[in-house]
């Protein structure tokens, strides 16, 4: 990966690779994922539904189930350790204060008969070895600092008492709790409506540079992604399809996937107020149970030429692109659109 910087990477993923095994034959989720992420990095992940945005997540987190899942292939090294070896308590350990997690839903995470106060004391008790008297004096510091009002009683709660997006400043409230690296989430505001998503977004943003966290963003919002992305990933079957800077994948785009998800954008200049879901392209996305040879948007791709359907494209640094700025394609997109789409 090209990264010029001279920090080592937080996250390091080498050529990982997950299937499982359905009643048809092995569904290849994740094919041959590479990439860097630097500490204090925000990196928005973005793709169609199925194109193993999630699985790739939770392989991080060793939270597949396996089986049905596999992790046939890859590494996946973060802050001085190999993920895909380590032992249970190590993972267990690692997600309790060195990644902390967020999820779509938190009413699945929370657990409906404690307080939430006793949750988020239990994971302080836990992992950072606190008493239950300070252990509680944090639990209700976290409550305010992600704008729970009036902590100090609210945390005698339960989860059903809070508002969706209550329940999940919650949420953040115990992923940040032991000050992790990393923060992974996964489609955290999609449930939410869009005053709530941004309030959210911006306590993110906040906390990513009180706490010095990397953040993993998986979103389907590319009004999110320009608000917060450093770097953006485009994900295509498991794969990476285009990765860069945030301005270069908006403005500069070389893969015809992100280009046909950008296209729908009502004023790309304008994103970073807009709610703006990525648009249905032409056609369906392939049968993971049997990916074809080629590119696999080739079927989909109107500037596809023949090569597309015929050998894979490497994720490689795009010609006359910025440093980092990656794309697998074997077709030149600036020759074909001129860019006028999103000029
Ligand atoms: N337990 C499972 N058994 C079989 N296939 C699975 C399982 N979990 C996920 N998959 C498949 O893996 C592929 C990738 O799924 P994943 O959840 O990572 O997609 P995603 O990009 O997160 O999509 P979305 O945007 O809808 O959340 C999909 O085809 C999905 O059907
Ligand atoms: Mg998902």
Redo the contacts with the bound molecule.
């Keep these: 990966m090209t990264d010029t910087s001279t920090q080592t990477p937080l996250l390091q993923i080498r050529d990982l690779s997950v299937r499982?095994r359905?009643d048809r034959g092995h569904?290849h989720?994740?094919n041959g994922v590479s990439y860097d992420l630097m500490p204090n990095e925000t990196l928005c992940i973005v793709?169609?539904?199925?194109?193993?945005?999630?699985?790739?997540a939770l392989s991080i987190l060793r939270l597949l189930?396996e089986p049905?899942?596999e992790i046939t292939s890859g590494r996946i090294h973060f802050d001085g350790r190999e993920l895909l070896t380590a032992s249970r308590q190590t993972m267990f350990d690692l997600r309790g204060n060195g990644i902390g997690m967020v999820f779509q839903n938190p009413m699945s995470s929370l657990n409906p008969v404690l307080t939430i106060g006793r949750q988020i004391t239990e994971v302080l008790r836990r992992h950072m070895k606190m008493d239950g008297r300070a252990a509680h004096v944090r639990a209700v510091e976290l409550l305010d600092r992600v704008r729970i009002p009036d902590a100090a009683s609210r945390i005698h709660s339960y989860p059903h008492e809070f508002s969706g997006g209550q329940r999940q400043r919650i949420m953040i409230a115990i992923a940040i709790a032991c000050n992790p690296r990393l923060l992974i989430a996964?489609?955290a505001t999609t449930a939410l409506d869009v005053t709530t998503q941004a309030e959210i977004i911006q306590l993110v943003r906040e906390l990513k540079d009180e706490k010095s966290m990397a953040v993993i963003w998986?979103t389907?919002d590319l009004g999110v992604v320009a608000g917060i992305a450093d770097t953006v990933q485009v994900?295509y079957a498991?794969a990476i399809v285009e990765r860069g800077p945030v301005d270069a994948i908006f403005n500069d785009p070389r893969s015809a996937y992100t280009f046909g998800l950008l296209n729908s954008l009502p004023d790309v200049s304008d994103v970073h107020g807009a709610r703006t879901r990525l648009r249905q392209i032409d056609g369906m996305p392939p049968d993971?149970h049997a990916l074809p040879a080629g590119d696999p948007f080739a079927p989909r791709n109107p500037y596809a030429t023949e090569r597309c359907f015929l050998e894979r494209p490497p994720l490689r640094q795009a010609e006359d692109a910025e440093p980092g700025h990656l794309v697998a394609a074997w077709y030149d997109l600036r020759k074909v659109t001129r860019r006028e789409a999103v000029g």
């Design positions: 499982f359905t569904v989720a994740v793709g169609e539904s199925g194109s193993g945005k999630s699985v790739h189930p049905p899942a996964d489609e998986i389907h994900m498991g993971l």
